[in-house]
């Protein structure tokens, strides 16, 4: 099969011939018709990620059809059209048997812990428990557009934020994780702000649901002027950038009580950000974090689009091929693009 292929980090990665793979007893191959562009792969390619190893193939926001099946799968047939959280759980793991797969112990993550869908076909584990039928409404396209960014807000809006109707929530960040967000919270009757220090960003943010802005370029206290907006503070706040300041700016401006959720990755050298802990106490302010979202809670979210109150085909940026997907991967860092880039052709 064809397949993106990185030999080192940061160094080129190419357009390949590799084996074709096969299902593990517990798992399924999945032709791959569409794959999402993410900053975690670009991450993955700078050497972040410890569970890469080399030679590596990215991708892990990805729709398809079943081609093949392990011996010990029961609930999926060839030629079923499916998605997959991310995070894939084990089944089995006091997470999993919980409920919480997002956080299984032993996870599964393809494009990270083994090859993912930057190729021809993937191979994906834990089929039962990890495999999310695609209605017939929601193209591969869309459905691999939703990858991480849309899900991961699913959850921390809904799950984790539990916003309510009425409610204010601040989302720092309007990129794909943050529009998601805006487009989620409004949809459940929110009164959204979008803080971004890109125009277009903001712009994107209103059209989606945002009812006010904050452009952090050009008003010199964010954490002000959103307390003002919301008349004491948020509700809910969500960094769904992953910056030092986006997180502290995100806790402070909460108002008591308020809930910050961190969807946003702070890795390397920016992993240990400062906390304003004294009015974590004093305020009781809930921190959470979000980080993807189970296989069964697609189905409230495909409820909300199949009912045309979320429309995150409205997030899709451009459809590229597999051979342009290695230039727009290694310059993601550069060009911040507000659409999903989705490849579709291999
Ligand atoms: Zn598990
Ligand atoms: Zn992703």
Redesign the pocket.
């Known amino acids: 099969m064809k397949a993106v292929v990185y030999e080192e980090f940061r160094a080129p990665l190419f357009v390949r011939n590799v084996p074709d793979p096969a299902p593990r007893d517990h798992g399924v191959v999945v032709k791959v018709n569409a794959t ?1 562009l ?4 670009w991450h993955g390619w700078m050497g972040h990620d410890p569970d890469i190893t080399l030679p590596h193939v990215p991708g ?2 990805l729709a398809g059809g079943i081609v093949a099946i392990g011996k010990d799968v029961t609930l999926w047939h060839e030629g079923d059209r499916v998605t997959v959280p ?1 995070v894939c759980g084990c089944g089995s793991c006091p997470q999993c048997v919980s409920g919480n797969h997002q956080v299984c112990d032993h996870q599964s993550q393809p494009g990270f812990t083994h090859w993912g869908s930057f190729a021809e076909y993937v191979a994906l584990d834990y089929a039962d428990t990890n495999l999310v039928p695609l209605p017939e409404a929601i193209s591969d396209v869309t459905a691999a557009s939703l ?3 849309f899900v ?1 807000s699913f959850r921390a809006v809904v799950d984790q934020g539990k916003v309510t109707a009425g409610q204010w929530v601040a989302v720092h960040g309007c990129g794909g994780v943050g529009l998601s967000a805006v487009m989620i919270a409004n949809a459940l009757g929110a009164n959204v702000v979008g803080i971004d220090i890109k125009e277009d960003h903001l712009e994107l943010a209103r059209q989606v649901g945002a009812v006010a802005t904050v452009n952090a370029t050009v008003i010199p206290d964010v954490v002000e002027a959103v307390r003002e907006i919301t008349r004491g503070g948020a509700h809910v706040s969500l960094d769904a950038l992953g910056n030092p300041q986006t997180f502290f700016n995100s806790v402070a401006n909460l108002r008591k009580r308020g809930r910050h959720v961190q969807v946003g990755l702070l890795v390397a050298d920016q992993s240990r950000p400062s906390l304003p802990m004294d009015q974590v106490v004093a305020n009781e302010l809930h921190i959470l974090g979000s980080h993807g979202m189970q296989a069964f809670r697609y189905r409230d979210m495909f409820a909300m689009i199949e009912a045309g109150k979320l429309a995150p085909e409205k997030l899709i940026g451009d459809m590229i091929s597999l051979e342009e997907s290695v230039e727009a991967l290694v310059t993601m860092d550069r060009f911040d693009w507000a659409g999903i880039k989705v490849i579709n052709r291999f």
């Open positions: 999402g993410c900053r975690s792969d892990h926001e991310f990858g991480c960014r991961t």
